[in-house]
């Protein structure tokens, strides 16, 4: 254990450092958005009486996803909710502003991943070769990328990681646009309330189905592209 800190000290301090820049970001962000009074239903009614309910109104709210988005990538509640409370007989236009924005950080965030990502390893691992590996690593995920955009993880921070991995733009741009509409559509209309119509099923089981069954043919394709590439082994002539 004392050689493997020896020898890996440095990264794992560049790492903790990341992620205390990370962290701090984010929770800088958040005190920001609640001093400004962008956190709670009642700060939401406030803004709506003073810009009205009009398109000004929504792009301001579309700005605010896309700021929460990116600076705090863990989750979209603290706006997407207290604005669904405020317009719980309008979610048609909670859904589809959250839906839209929250797509459009998404594939920001890839960028920066893209951008950056690589960067980063690089001052963390201080190796170019680690840094390739890593990222050959991250790459061979990429089939799983569409149900874990689903499950209760940071899925921001896996789009960032996606983009470091170097993912086909259209691939993740694609996936991102169908769970965000799912993951929106549970924060927004809450599940007591999809379970109550016929429709909130049809999003609920056919979203899951549809995105199981996209990995379990994107593996297919990958595993399948694989034995493509691999080369033969050729008869050696004497």
């Given at each position: 254990m004392k050689e493997f800190l020896n020898k890996y000290k440095w990264t794992i301090l560049k790492t903790l450092i990341v992620i205390v820049v990370i962290v701090g970001i984010a929770i800088g962000t958040y005190f920001i958005l609640r001093a400004a009074g962008f956190t709670t239903k009642e700060d939401f009614i406030d803004l709506r009486d003073k810009v009205g309910d009009n398109v000004f109104f929504w792009f301001i709210i579309a700005g605010l996803q896309i700021i929460q988005v990116i600076f705090i990538p863990v989750t979209n509640q603290i706006i997407t909710v207290p604005m669904a409370l405020v317009f719980n007989n309008e979610l048609w236009k909670v859904h589809l502003t959250s839906w839209l924005s929250i797509?459009?950080?998404?594939?920001?965030?890839?960028?920066i991943g893209r951008v950056g990502g690589p960067k980063i390893l690089k001052w963390i691992l201080n190796d170019e070769e680690q840094v390739e590996r890593c990222t050959r690593w991250l790459n061979k995920g990429w089939i799983f990328y569409p149900i874990c955009m689903l499950l209760p993880i940071p899925d921001d921070i896996l789009t960032t990681l996606a983009g470091t991995a170097k993912l086909?733009?259209?691939?993740?741009?694609?996936?991102?646009f169908f769970t965000r509409g799912i993951d929106t559509a549970f924060s927004v209309y809450g599940y007591g309330y999809l379970t109550k119509f016929w429709w909130g099923w049809v999003i609920m089981i056919g979203g899951t189905i549809f995105m199981f069954l996209l990995t379990f043919f994107l593996w297919r394709y990958d595993k399948k592209k694989k034995e493509a590439e691999t080369p033969q082994e050729s008869e050696t002539v004497e």
């Open positions: 797509w459009f950080a998404t594939l920001i965030l890839y960028w086909k733009f259209w691939f993740v741009a694609l996936c991102a």
